[in-house]
């Protein structure tokens, strides 16, 4: 799952960075790290959102509100 996760994240990446003017974008986010820091500041957040996410599926499915099924392994 890292990796496909890790191989979308480049896709898409690669996607946005050819859809618009490089040059342009870089003068709208100009020299400084506020754009950086927001990029970050946000993407703790959604891990965390993630996380809770994950963690309320988890007790739905022990609390037998939510059915779910183990998948075998290889």
């Known amino acids: 799952m890292q990796a496909f ?3 979308c ?3 898409l990446a690669r996607a946005h960075a050819r ?3 490089r ?3 870089a003068a ?3 020299g400084g790290d506020s754009f950086d820091r927001a990029l970050a500041t946000f993407a703790e957040a959604y891990a965390d959102q993630s996380e809770r996410d994950h963690q309320a599926l988890v007790d739905a499915v ?3 509100r ?3 099924e ?3 392994t290889a």
């Open 19 to 21: 859809s618009g003017d």
């Open 62 to 64: 022990r609390a037998g």
């Open 66 to 68: 939510l059915p779910a």
């Open 70 to 72: 183990e998948l075998p």
């Open 28 to 30: 709208h986010l100009g």
């Open 5 to 7: 996760g890790e191989l």
């Open 23 to 25: 040059i342009a974008i």
């Open 9 to 11: 994240g480049a896709t």
